[in-house]
């Protein structure tokens, strides 16, 4: 006996119905396969889990390694040195005996404290100047500073040097006198150089030592000579070519002109007609 006919079933309506087979649906969703090993549902016929790359067809886990990343352009890949002198902790060295001379005998006790002499203070034996019995040197005094001197020079009319002159003048002196009055003047040599002369009363330029004082000296040149420091403090006299010449401590010639003479502490300067300047330490 023959089974019944399952009368056919379609999808759809009019035309566009098709015939299906009784019991099955294609569009049906049929339950997913849930993934071993992390439970994740397997989209559709997928071979590996979309979660931890489990493989269903061979039923087994699958390991995923990550490609490298590609190095920035430019740069080298990075990569770690490990060196065996940077880390000295790690060697198995056994520890150094210290010096005897390092230990403190007698302090510190069972402490281990120790004491290292420093490089920079080489030891010197301590009993060599106390056994030797030489005596510590003196300490040397500085060089005292070189005395400043002072000097002065003296001007005055002088009766003898007058006479003198105008002995050795005869008639061209005709006329002149000694003055009657003729105070003395006092003045410091500061400076390099101090010019003897006269005024120019059309310039006004005046030296030093200005003998047109009153009275004022006739026989004496507007530049007639200069006192000129030395080296060693001391002074000098040079004539400036001068009408009537300089003479020193009474001489009768003069000095040569421009040719400087030294003058010792209490020298006398001859100019004009009765004028000495006399130079001496202050």
Request: proline fraction near 14%.
């Amino acid at each position: 006996m023959s089974a019944p006919a399952v009368p056919s079933a379609s999808v759809g309506s009019g035309a566009a119905a098709r015939p299906v087979a009784s019991g099955y649906d294609p569009d049906a969703t049929a339950a997913a396969e849930p993934c071993p090993t992390c439970g994740t549902p397997r989209e559709g016929l997928a071979l590996f889990c979309e979660e931890c790359r489990y493989n269903f067809q061979t039923h087994t886990a699958t390991t995923f390694v990550p490609p490298p990343s590609p190095p920035s352009p430019g740069f080298p890949p990075y990569q770690r040195y490990e060196s065996q002198r940077s880390r000295p902790s790690q060697m198995n060295r056994p520890a150094e005996p210290l010096a005897p001379e390092a230990v403190i005998p007698g302090e510190g006790g069972d402490s281990g404290d120790f004491l290292l002499t420093p490089p920079s203070s080489p030891s010197a034996p301590a009993s060599s100047s106390r056994t030797s019995g030489a005596a510590a040197p003196e300490p040397v005094a500085a060089p005292a500073a070189p005395e400043v001197t002072t000097w002065i020079a003296t001007v005055a009319a002088d009766r003898d040097y007058f006479t003198a002159m105008m002995a050795r003048s005869g008639p061209d002196a005709t006329g002149l006198y000694f003055p009657s009055y003729s105070p003395e003047l006092r003045l410091p040599l500061v400076g390099n150089q101090i010019t003897i002369g006269r005024r120019r009363h059309s310039t006004g330029e005046a030296p030093d030592i200005d003998l047109s004082r009153a009275p004022e000296d006739p026989g004496v040149s507007h530049k007639h000579a200069v006192l000129v420091q030395q080296p060693d403090g001391g002074w000098s006299v040079v004539d400036q070519d001068s009408t009537n010449g300089t003479t020193v401590n009474g001489a009768a010639d003069p000095i040569q002109p421009y040719l400087p003479v030294p003058l010792k502490d209490g020298d006398r300067v001859h100019v004009g007609a009765w004028t000495t300047i006399t130079v001496a330490r202050g």
